[in-house]
Every structure is written in C-alpha cells, then in structure tokens.
C-alpha cells in the first residue's frame, strides 16, 4: 500500500511566521507535489519536484517555495504566511518510467489556519 | 487550455438508486484520466485510471466508462457510505494533473 503522510493534521499560525509542512512518501515515487484546495477553487499545484533537489513551479507558487532534499521527503514553506494563505494544504507522490507518469496518490492533507 | 468539467455540481441519491457523474475533458493527446474519491476533511483516494476510449474499470459498485471527449462513473444500488465528492483529472504535460472542481454525492438511507 502507497502511504504518504503529512507532518500534521491542523496547524495554527500568526501572520509573518514562517511555516514548514512536511510529507514523506514510501514508495521512492520519483515526483512529489504540494496542492491547496478552497472551496470553489478546487485542487491548485503549487509546486512538484520530479527528482531530489529539483522543483518546478506549479500554478500559484507565490509566497511559497520548496525542498527535496531526499527522494522521499519533500517540503512546502511558507516564508512569511498571511491569512490568504488558510487553506487545506494537500501532497501528492507519483511514479515515473521513462518520462511517464502514473496516478497520484496523496496524504491527509493539513488544514493551515493563519490569524 | 486544458479543461476538466463534471456535472453535476452536486448529486443527491436514495440508497439504491443507481445514476451517473460526468466529466467532460479538453485536452490535446489524453494520456490519462483519473478518478478519486475524497471525504471532508481528507486526501483525495485513487479510484481508477482510463487510458483510452472504450476502457471501463471497476471496483465495488463502481465502474468508470472513457469516450474521445468524455468518462463516466457510474454508481449502482449505491449506499450512505459512497456519499463523498468525486474528482476526475488529466494529465497537463508530463507529471501535471488538471483537476474538475468534483461531485458531491449524497446517498439517503
């Protein structure tokens, strides 16, 4: 079974802190992403890694950046959090063959409350 | 522009009776469409993955179509415990999913 898991359930943070989420796949999938879903927005990529210490922006990468340093940990940090950043933070894992990738399977989520 | 659009918005059902969601799919070259099931408060589950028209999956009471321009997942006798938002997505180049904006379903005991 593909598990994937979140550093927490619910976080609680002030505006200007700095926040590091944290996931870790057990399955060495090659690509690892960092989604946030609103109501009425649905699903949005913020950031995916396709290998270690490689990122690339997804579509709504500001204010946010990321870490892989090993395949199977990859982190989303919020340099300076503002409340538009409350929000249900969602990561995902996949494996790639040969420029291929397959379905995504994803963790918990983190519910991410800044006041 | 790649595009995912299910419908209906929302769907509510009496134990048992059977009915389909839809989502219709833009995309140049599909190399995958994809089915997840997600509770509130939880990550998306897998469900399924359709690679060309014509191929259907099944699981349960459960069981996804593929056409050139849409999928179907169609839910029959279904119970409380199905109730949960359905999501559909496509690849959007090599490793990028596009996401519908899902299905809430309901089923009334």
């Known amino acids: 079974d593909v598990k994937v898991t979140q550093s927490s359930r619910y976080l609680v943070k002030r505006t200007g802190e700095k926040v590091f989420l944290e996931c870790v796949q057990d399955?060495?999938?090659?690509?690892m992403f960092w989604y946030r879903q609103d109501p009425g927005l649905g699903l949005r990529l913020i950031y995916f890694s396709y290998d270690v210490k490689m990122k690339e922006k997804g579509d709504i990468p500001e204010g946010y950046s990321v870490s892989r340093e090993k395949k199977e940990r990859f982190s989303l940090i919020l340099e300076s959090a503002s409340t538009n950043q409350t929000s249900m933070y969602l990561c995902?894992?996949?494996?790639?063959?040969?420029?291929?990738?397959?379905?995504?399977?994803f963790g918990p989520g983190t519910r991410l409350t800044v006041t | 522009e790649d595009q995912v659009t299910q419908s209906p918005e929302a769907l509510r059902l009496q134990e048992g009776e059977s009915s389909s969601l839809n989502c219709s799919y833009t995309v140049s070259g599909l190399r995958g469409l994809f089915w997840y099931r997600q509770d509130p408060g939880k990550g998306p589950e897998f469900l399924f993955t359709?690679?060309?028209a014509g191929e259907e999956k099944e699981k349960e009471r459960l069981k996804a179509t593929l056409t050139k321009k849409e999928s179907f997942l169609h839910i029959t006798a279904p119970k409380p415990e199905d109730s949960a938002t359905y999501l559909c997505a496509v690849f959007q180049g090599a490793q990028k999913l596009v996401f519908g904006q899902g299905t809430r379903l309901t089923i009334n005991p």
């Open positions: 359709l690679y060309s």
């Open positions: 995902a894992s996949s494996f790639s063959i040969r420029d291929l990738s397959y379905e995504q399977y």
């Open positions: 399955m060495d999938h090659e690509n």
